[in-house]
């Protein structure tokens, strides 16, 4: 997908990948503590009270609204 975006309150336990933007409402969790993943775009943006287990990856723009 070129363009994903993650609603509010949700988890997600695995890779989220995209070829141009993400965007994570707020409260969603990614990853966890023992199972840590990935976050991967150009163009990221996360809300507030988002909470990333591993790593992201946004090559030309990373942002928190």
Not at 55 to 62: D, N, R, T, Y
């Amino acid at each position: 997908r070129a363009h994903l975006t993650i609603g509010e309150d949700c988890s997600v336990h695995g890779p989220v990948i995209a070829e141009a933007t993400i965007a994570v409402s707020r409260g969603t969790v990614v990853g966890a503590p023992d199972a840590p993943t990935t976050v991967s775009s150009p163009s990221i943006s996360l809300g507030q009270d988002v909470a990333v287990h591993g790593q992201i990856v946004a090559s030309s723009l990373g942002r928190t609204t």
